[in-house]
């Protein structure tokens, strides 16, 4: 079993910034990619962005630019760095991990809510 904890969630202004974290535990021999989604009230469950163990990033179009996920291998942890902050990123965010041979596991974290407000 892994899991995942996420944190840094909160409430900020527009054009603030918020850093996530998202710490793996458990029977892990080698997590492939780890990612961020976040989910809207009345929307699916979208990726943000993910990040390989080889350091390959990918970001959904809207937060290019503004996000930037990083991963500490011996940690264990992926990190979403969120600046210029807009309304429309409010949502609860969620850390996904994969891995296995072919990625055929995988564990989510129980969320974190963020919140862009004035």
């Known amino acids: 079993q892994v899991q995942l904890v996420e944190s840094g969630g909160g409430l900020v202004q527009p054009g603030g910034s918020l850093r996530l974290s998202c710490a793996a535990s458990?029977?892990?021999?080698?997590?492939?990619?780890m990612g961020w989604y976040r989910q809207a009230p009345g929307k699916e469950r979208d990726l943000v962005a993910f990040?390989?163990?080889?350091?390959?990033?990918k970001y959904t179009h809207s937060v290019k630019g503004r996000f930037t996920i990083s991963r500490d291998n011996a940690k264990n942890t992926v990190y979403l760095q969120m600046n210029s902050l807009k309304p429309d990123d409010t949502a609860v965010y969620y850390c996904k991990a994969e891995w296995g041979y072919f990625s055929e596991y995988d564990a989510w974290g129980q969320g974190t809510q963020v919140t862009v407000s004035s």
């Open positions: 990040i390989t163990n080889g350091n390959s990033t």
């Open positions: 458990g029977s892990i021999y080698s997590i492939n990619t």
